[in-house]
């Protein structure tokens, strides 16, 4: 597998080379592998290291506020309402980006501030009882550890407590299924909705979460479940990159209409 997916990337990279746009890559053995057979313009990359072209300085560990850095010197600040490690370097890359083809950044890096992110990417979908409402557009677990992980360096010691389906193709094969356990372990509490199509155990891999976690077999008993698990102060996650049954509002509408909420 590893050998086929470089000899598919090759080309591409290659092709992007001779239409003139440079890649900005994080450094990951696999991307060195590909730029390596062949790429015919500069290559600069981005993340963490301070070694790197480009690279970010958190400000804070939510990823709320960063420096800019290029070639190790500071170019400036940015503080956005976005959450996460992930999403900061999705900022560091914008900003290559934009830099490779002519922009002046001193005009870009204050739009980062403005930028308020897409639909379902940790989305406040409102506030009740003193429970905050996410819906999270969560398709694998590094996508799903990242986002628990900025979330936590926000909220402190808040309990997170999520909701979870494995909807996309991918995760309902189980193709990620021994990886989704540690992923989830941000959280305090897990609410597993275990749908008939799922091709693996989803009870073997929610009894491998820490904490409180459950698995349930249709929606209505996740809300009733997040209802007795819910309590003020709470941050409520709902992660799928489906729909849900509509589980994420329908939820917050159960906590806004309940005369209480549960106590944990």
Known sequence: KPKRSTGVQQPI?????????????????????????????????????????????LLSEDGSAFAVLRQGVELGRVQWPLLGRHNV????????????????????????????????RLEVIGQARGITVYDDFAHHPTAIQTTLQGLRAKVGTARIVVAMEPRSNSMRLGAHAEALAPSLAGADAVVFLHRPELAWDAAKVVAGIRGDARTV???????DSLGAIARAGDHVVFMSNGGFDGAPRRFLAALQDAPGTGTG
Do not use: Y
Not at 217 to 223: G, H
């Open 13 to 57: 990279a290659s092709t992007s080379a001779r239409r003139g746009s440079s890649p900005l890559t994080i450094s990951r053995p696999r991307l060195d592998e590909v730029l390596a057979m062949g790429c015919w313009t500069p290559v600069e990359r981005f993340g963490f290291d301070p070694s790197l072209d480009w690279s970010a300085r």
């Open 89 to 120: 370097l999705n900022g560091l890359a914008a900003l290559a980006a934009v830099h490779a083809v002519g922009v002046e950044l001193a005009a870009v890096i204050p739009a980062l501030a403005g930028f308020r992110s897409v639909k379902r």
């Open 217 to 223: 077999a249709d929606a209505d008993a996740l809300i």
